[in-house]
């Protein structure tokens, strides 16, 4: 289906667009969600899922009743396209059982397999997407699920990729044979919800921008079966989907390897697979635009800063942290007031008057989303500047704040709230170990 039918049937209301989204244990089978309709939209096999991959947002039309999967039964009403990923014995058509993710499955008759995979179809015909529960084809779905389909889950088959998930960039997995007499190896993803590939040579011999070349380069040998001898499981592979054409005779994509990470069972090995697998940046480096965007240092607070915020500067405020920690974003403060009761609040850092949003540095931050945190290591979503000295809530250095302040009860009951922008000034960074060794001392 073109670009163009796509947009008109999403504009009409009988496509839908949305984000697909695989089962890892069997990947032929794969979810959407239509607004409207209170369950997943069920999107069975290779040939409904033409060449979609696990994060694609997508345009599907909904199947009618006759197609719809029993929930519970694992069955399918006057199934067209196969059942469940098993191979349709009258044609030779089927879908790759998800079981040949795994790494420990056994690899006999892969070939197979690929050979007769189904070839894909991309054009879906006509259909569309609704974004309200006026819809009509909604409005049919819904009262068929509640009515004479009670019991049934809704079926569709996705028409058309709007865009491509990034997962078709970064795949990591390893190496497999087809068969003895084939000199192509099989790429299995350690993701089960991506999709089995076809190596192929890449004719520039090198990396992606963002990759050692040499890494790349070392990895090359190993797309023929005939090179790669008993090495072939011994070594992870970060691999891209290059082309997969619905017209091929193999039905699954061709995929080049980017790098090769090493063996498994290494901690660095296993945790750049993981992290490769995830599109998280392994490094706290940034862009010198990216940095522009932070003040010069030493910083300290403009005075016209502190006619827009309440001053806790004199507040007993503290962090409790592990020791370790470097980033304190939060701290907070307790002290007994007038009518017995208790003013207690939480004072998170004011990282907002540093990420000016369409910035530099804002974009950063969204892509990288959040800070990931590993047992040997931080992967910062903001430059360590910001998270580590400008932001953080340092012990008697005044920072910047959004704070919540409640008066309380003894009991805890909540009579007045107060929430803003303030300026702190911490007085001390508490361990885990310390405060605890408060606590225990007044039991």
């Known amino acids: 289906m073109s670009e163009e039918v796509a947009r008109r049937g999403v504009e009409d209301g009988t496509l839908f667009e949305a984000t697909i989204r695989y089962n890892a244990n069997d990947r032929g089978q794969a979810y959407c969600s239509v607004e409207g309709v209170d369950t997943d939209i069920f999107?069975?096999?290779a040939l409904r899922q033409n060449r979609s991959v696990h994060g694609d947002l997508v345009v599907v039309r909904i199947?009618?009743?006759?197609?719809?999967?029993?929930?519970?039964?694992?069955?399918?009403?006057?199934?067209?396209?196969?059942?469940?990923?098993?191979?349709?014995?009258d044609n030779g058509k089927g879908d790759v059982d998800a079981s040949s993710h795994a790494l420990s499955e056994e690899m006999e008759g892969l070939a197979a397999r690929l050979l007769s995979l189904v070839e894909l179809n991309s054009d879906g015909g006509n259909g569309g997407s609704s974004r309200n529960g006026d819809n009509a084809i909604v409005q049919r779905v819904r009262k068929a699920l509640s009515t004479n389909m009670k019991g049934y889950r809704a079926t569709g088959e996705v028409v058309y990729i709007k865009k491509a998930s990034e997962r078709r960039l970064n795949m990591v997995g390893?190496?497999?044979?087809?068969?003895?007499?084939?000199?192509?190896?099989?790429?299995?993803?350690?993701?089960?919800?991506?999709?089995?590939?076809?190596?192929?040579?890449?004719?520039g011999g090198g990396g992606d921008?963002?990759?050692?070349?040499?890494?790349?380069?070392?990895?090359?040998?190993?797309?023929?079966?005939?090179?790669?001898?008993?090495?072939?499981?011994?070594?992870?592979?970060?691999a891209k989907i290059v082309r997969w054409d619905a017209s091929g005779s193999h039905g699954v994509p061709e995929v080049r390897l980017k790098t090769m990470l090493g063996k498994p069972g290494q901690l660095e090995t296993d945790v750049q697979a993981l992290l490769m697998a995830e599109n998280v940046n392994d490094d706290d480096l940034f862009d010198?635009?990216?940095?522009a965007c932070l003040p010069a240092t030493p910083w300290t607070i403009p005075a016209e800063e502190f006619a827009l915020r309440r001053d806790l500067r004199k507040t007993r405020i503290f962090s409790i942290d592990p020791e370790t920690a470097k980033d304190l974003d939060d701290a907070l403060s307790i002290e007994?007031?007038?009518?017995?009761?208790?003013?207690?609040?939480?004072?998170?850092?004011?990282?907002?008057y540093f990420v000016k949003p369409g910035t530099a540095l804002d974009e950063a931050a969204q892509v990288r989303s959040t800070s990931v945190y590993l047992v040997d290591r931080v992967i910062p979503m903001l430059p360590?500047?910001?998270?580590?000295?400008?932001?953080?809530?340092?012990?008697?250095?005044?920072?910047?704040a959004m704070s919540i302040i409640w008066k309380m009860k003894g009991d805890g009951e909540i009579v007045d709230v107060w929430m803003g922008r303030t300026v702190i000034n911490s007085c001390v960074k508490l361990s885990?170990?310390?405060?605890?060794?408060?606590?225990?001392?007044?039991?």
């Open 336 to 352: 007994p007031i007038a009518g017995g009761l208790y003013q207690v609040g939480v004072h998170i850092a004011d990282v907002s």
């Open 174 to 203: 390893c190496l497999r044979d087809v068969g003895p007499q084939s000199t192509r190896a099989v790429f299995v993803p350690l993701d089960g919800r991506l999709p089995l590939g076809i190596v192929v040579e890449d004719a």
């Open 209 to 238: 921008g963002d990759h050692d070349g040499r890494r790349a380069a070392a990895a090359a040998p190993y797309c023929h079966a005939r090179d790669r001898g008993s090495a072939i499981a011994q070594h992870y592979f970060e």
């Open 63 to 89: 199947l009618e009743e006759r197609d719809w999967w029993k929930a519970g039964g694992g069955n399918v009403k006057n199934v067209k396209n196969g059942r469940n990923g098993k191979a349709d014995k």
């Open 288 to 291: 010198e635009e990216i940095l």
């Open 43 to 45: 999107i069975e096999g």
């Open 384 to 400: 360590r500047l910001l998270c580590e000295e400008l932001c953080s809530l340092n012990p008697g250095t005044e920072r910047l």
């Open 432 to 443: 885990y170990g310390m405060a605890q060794t408060v606590i225990d001392a007044f039991e």
